[in-house]
């Protein structure tokens, strides 16, 4: 049983990755916008980030470190700064943006307004993130996010033409009438966010917190392919139903209210209720996995004591480097910023730094010294290659696509 519970983390990763806030609301516009002409894009990013997950958790688990340790101790200071400095700022934004999202999702449920919500959000996250056991947060999170397959229910309930659906999804063609720089922006900013960095080093640090040994490499395994290839099919059905509700009807996605109400028309009350549920979910996981993630990346390139299971006065800079964090990210929200728009940013800005941060892990993963006899094998390097290549060139054109596109108006 307790093998079962450790795939959550995987479950957790994926939520946190694949459906925080942004994407919630950024899949719900896609799917409003284009239909699923673009969900190619987020089955090419599923395929990417099962890859370099399954090397980041094959390193942590063969060498019981962390992957962010071992690129600054194999590529050297300055080249783990360059990681650290691109993945951190990513991941920060991500963790305003996350806060953001639990006040939204607890604005729907209260009506009260959401910067009312994001001081106690921010001192709920920092409890969490102080005192729960690693495994119940992504047990329980991991459990109460999949309340989001509500999103697949609810398009069954639709009665969607299914051909429609499957053929864009096939054909991946614009709409008449949009274009195609816009398209690619789009493209791009969803391949971003869906191989956002913060996955990796959350994954292979939380391995380590769990203890993961040679003999777990299955379950290793299990929590990377069955995780992030859910996390994908969910915003495949959040972008499948307000394709469904919202294209025929011209009408444009710019709430996360707006993102449940494809539920609500398919199921009422209760679907909607459900929904509103994985919203939290969804986003106080991405909240603690993002703010566990840049205590990580902190602690691992400075090289102090951090992780959930060493007791606070012993990871005092770990644990203060999370406190900052918090802090920091409930001022920037109180200042009433967007914190869709703040993840939007993100996303694009991710996408930049997508190549500091899996050239480092093809390194590594390829290396004997810590890996032994569990080093890459052929089809893992074509593989990686192969997407470094396309993270490559989505680093070079999300700056200019965001520029000429005016963020894809």
């Known amino acids: 049983m307790k093998k079962y519970f450790a795939v959550f983390l995987g479950i957790l990763s994926a939520i946190g990755g694949f459906v925080d806030i942004g994407d919630l609301v950024t899949n719900a516009q896609v799917g409003a916008r284009f239909g699923l002409s673009l969900g190619w894009v987020v089955i090419v990013g599923v395929v990417g980030i099962c890859v370099f997950a399954e090397m980041s958790g094959r390193i942590a688990t063969v060498s019981h470190r962390a992957t962010f340790d071992l690129v600054r101790e194999r590529l050297g200071p300055r080249v783990g700064f360059l990681n650290l400095v691109g993945s951190l700022a990513v991941t920060f934004l991500t963790f305003v943006a996350e806060i953001g999202g639990v006040a939204l999702a607890l604005q729907l449920v209260t009506s009260v307004h959401h910067l009312a919500w994001v001081p106690l959000v921010a001192v709920l996250v920092w409890a969490v993130l102080w005192r729960a056991k690693f495994s119940a947060m992504e047990n329980v999170l991991g459990m109460l996010g999949l309340a989001l397959l509500v999103f ?77 290839p859910l996390g994908g099919l969910l915003s495949l059905f959040i972008a499948g139903s307000a394709a469904v509700v919202f294209l025929p009807a011209g009408i444009e996605v710019a709430t996360l209210g707006q993102v449940g109400l494809p539920v609500a028309v398919a199921l009422g009350k209760i679907g909607l209720a459900v929904a509103v549920v994985g919203f939290v979910a969804a986003t106080f996981g991405a909240a603690c996995e993002t703010g566990l993630s840049a205590g990580y990346s902190l602690a691992q390139y400075f090289g102090y004591q951090w992780g959930k ?30 914190p869709i728009l703040v993840t939007e940013f993100s996303v694009v800005f991710s996408a930049v730094a997508l190549p500091l941060t899996y050239f480092p892990i093809l390194v590594v993963a390829n290396d004997p010294d810590y890996l032994g006899r569990h080093v890459n094998g052929r089809f893992a390097n074509t593989l990686g290659v192969l997407y470094l290549g396309l993270v490559c060139l989505a680093s070079v054109a999300a700056i200019p696509l965001m520029i000429i596109t005016k963020m894809g108006q």
């Open 152 to 228: 697949g229910v609810a398009l069954w309930q639709l009665q969607p033409d299914w051909m429609s659906l499957g053929h864009d999804l096939v054909t991946a063609d614009k709409p008449v009438g949009e274009n195609w720089l816009v398209y690619a922006y789009i493209g791009v900013a969803l391949f971003g966010a869906a191989m956002t960095p913060y996955e990796v080093f959350f994954f292979s640090s939380g391995g380590v917190e769990e203890r993961w040994s040679d003999k777990d490499l299955g379950v290793m395994r299990a929590n990377v392919f069955i995780g992030f």
């Open 309 to 338: 299971y060493v007791r606070p006065q012993e990871a005092a800079g770990f644990h203060i480097s999370l406190v900052v964090c918090v802090v920091v990210a409930a001022g920037v929200l109180m200042t009433a910023v967007d």
